[in-house]
């Protein structure tokens, strides 16, 4: 295996002008505290970005922050009140034909965020650390708490994080929890180190146990477009079966190309259904259904154990740690691996 990385993308560029290739926490004020760490395991750039979902509060931090070289990290300062929604992803540059384009890969945008030139925002298929942080006791006992837009109620005292499969991966990862967490990870990591571009299957089988033979063979490989709406040989992620589906970013396929209709399917379409396990398809259904059956699921249970590889994969990768200041994540993301 190697790594193919090389320049620089736009977001990063820039980045790197705004803050000076960070590479250290910011200072906390008096209502936060540290509770992510995010280390550059690859020995180049990485930018990683952030987003915070709607009401769910506001998050002090560079974004994207730049780092600069294997080892450089950034901290991130949380609220003690909570953070609700929140998403960590990679970003970084690749090898790309002498074509014009600046590859990349993770540039799948957000609000602020950088897309690459031409061919807009790349699919959301990143490797990610995403969750809730809770409250702590002590603004609890103060009525202190964020109120959680999606309940209506206060943040609980506890957080609950994933690094979740569902939509695809791009960049190998591993998670290590500092502190007490009993519901935590088995020996408080989960380790995605090993996550190989070279894994990503090319010939998955998502016809729904033949119901739809169109769709019987197909390449979850996500390479990076050219302007003209062709693709390059440089790859920068790989698809879920539902992603591949749904996601039309950067794709004309399903393959073989539909003849009529739309570019890809909504995830509650019966050609998505049993993928996405959308619509009336249930946590039962779906566990029993041909998602848990596929190439991808098979390869991230085995490379990911305890990772999320489909909706309703609850038991493998939901985890709850106490919101302290003792609790605190590290993520290291890792170069690409892709096939010699």
């Not at 890969?105 to 957000?110: A, K, Y």
């Not at 079966?241 to 399903?254: D, R």
């Amino acid at each position: 295996m190697r790594n193919a990385i090389s320049k620089l993308p736009t977001a990063l560029v820039l980045a790197q002008i705004g803050t000076m290739f960070l590479a250290f926490p910011a200072i906390a004020d008096s209502g936060t505290h540290p509770r992510l760490k995010v280390i550059n395991g690859c020995d180049q750039p990485i930018a990683i970005q952030n987003i915070v979902g709607s009401g769910g509060g506001s998050l002090d931090a560079p974004n994207p922050a730049v780092l600069k070289k294997k080892g450089d990290s950034i901290t991130y300062n949380i609220p003690d009140k909570g953070l609700a929604g929140t998403r960590f992803w990679p970003t970084m540059a690749v090898s790309c034909p002498d074509d014009g384009s600046d590859c990349s890969i993770g540039e799948s945008g957000g609000p602020g965020l950088a897309c690459p030139d031409g061919v807009g925002c790349a699919p959301p298929v990143d490797s990610k650390f995403e969750g809730t942080f809770g409250c702590f006791d002590s603004v609890a006992k103060k009525g202190g708490c964020l109120i959680n837009p999606s309940s209506g109620t206060p943040l609980p005292s506890s957080d609950g994080w994933d690094t979740s499969m569902v939509d695809g991966y791009t960049l190998p990862y591993k998670v290590e929890v500092k502190g007490s967490c009993p519901g935590g990870p088995k020996n408080n990591t989960i380790d995605c180190s090993k996550l190989s571009f070279a894994s990503c299957p090319t010939d998955e089988d998502l016809s729904t146990d033949g119901t739809y033979p169109a769709l019987k063979n197909e390449n979850l490989v996500l390479n990076f477009p050219t302007a003209t709406g062709g693709k390059t040989n440089v790859q920068t992620g790989c698809y879920s079966p539902c992603s591949k589906l749904t996601i039309g970013n950067w794709q004309n396929i399903p393959n073989p190309p539909f003849t009529n209709g739309p570019v890809t399917y909504q995830p509650s379409d019966p050609q998505a259904d049993y993928y996405c396990c959308g619509g009336d398809i249930g946590p039962e259904a779906c566990r029993n259904g041909p998602v848990v059956k596929t190439s991808y699921v098979e390869l991230i249970h085995k490379f990911c154990p305890q990772t999320y590889a489909y909706a309703y994969d609850d038991g493998t990768g939901n985890f709850s740690c106490p919101a302290t200041a003792e609790t605190i994540y590290e993520v290291t993301f890792f170069c690409p691996l892709v096939a010699d």
